[in-house]
């Protein structure tokens, strides 16, 4: 599976942006996906999972209510949906997605096989 991140950009607090993420690979359809985040000076951090069917999804407690994730497997495509964006919000955003098929949503960076390059979003004050 390979993946591409796009959708990043420089926003003010309270607006909104939509990251993409678009794969290759016969298996995205049964695979669980991620989007983490690492901001500047910080580790990188989970922001939010969706299940192989998107029927399932969990979320890092200071982006819930704010953030949405999706997935369109037909267009095998993963989106993550950010709105009332906060200038902590700035930092590298990564999506990934599991080897194993059919398996859980974690949190655990490591437990991703594959991952997209990082696409920048900014939030200025």
């Known amino acids: 599976v390979q993946l591409q991140a796009s959708g990043g950009g420089l926003v003010q607090a309270g607006d909104s942006l939509r990251l993409s993420c678009a794969a290759s690979?016969?298996?995205?359809?049964?695979?669980?996906l991620g989007w983490f985040r690492q901001g500047p000076g910080k580790e990188r951090e989970f922001v939010a999972g969706?299940?192989?069917?998107?029927?399932?999804?969990y979320y890092t407690h200071s982006v819930k209510g704010r953030f949405t994730i999706s997935r369109d497997n037909a267009k095998k495509t993963v989106y993550l949906q950010m709105n009332s964006l906060k200038p902590e919000d700035t930092a590298f955003y990564y999506c990934?997605?599991?080897?194993?098929?059919?398996?859980?949503?974690?949190?655990?960076?490591?437990?991703?096989?594959?991952w997209g390059q990082g696409t920048l979003v900014t939030v200025s004050s």
């Open positions: 990934a997605a599991r080897a194993s098929s059919f398996s859980e949503i974690t949190t655990r960076d490591y437990e991703y096989d594959y």
């Open positions: 690979g016969p298996t995205f359809s049964i695979t669980p």
């Open positions: 969706i299940s192989w069917s998107g029927g399932y999804t």
